[in-house]
């Protein structure tokens, strides 16, 4: 059974940071490419961030130089470094699988940044 479980969300003023974290089980994490996704108040789910199993990083242009994301293989978790804050980056994130994302996500994490 797919668990994914984001944590470490919070409410920000503009320019601070958060520390993103999802706790997988159910996969086989070390093989698959990791995604952070962001839903944003009556908007769909994008991926922002994704990392493959080599570590490989890719972002959208909106977060590039402000958000890292990286993976834990050992403890079955990925994180999302997130400086620079803007209140566009107000949502609620989600972790799953980057090219096939699982039916099963997670209650995500809500990120709010005040202005």
């Known amino acids: 059974q797919v668990q994914l479980v984001e944590s470490g969300g919070g409410l920000v003023q503009d320019g601070g940071s958060l520390r993103l974290s999802c706790a997988t089980s159910g996969i086989i994490f070390f093989i698959n490419e990791m995604g952070w996704y962001r839903q944003a108040p009556g908007k769909q789910r994008d991926l922002v961030a994704r990392?493959?199993?080599?570590?490989?990083?890719s972002y959208v242009d909106s977060v590039k130089g402000r958000f890292t994301i990286s993976r834990d293989n050992a403890k079955k978790t990925v994180y999302l470094q997130m400086n620079s804050l803007k209140p566009e980056d107000t949502g609620v994130y989600y972790c799953n699988t980057a090219r096939s994302p699982f039916d099963s996500w997670g209650q995500g994490t809500q990120v709010t940044v005040s202005s």
């Open positions: 990392i493959s199993s080599g570590g490989r990083t």
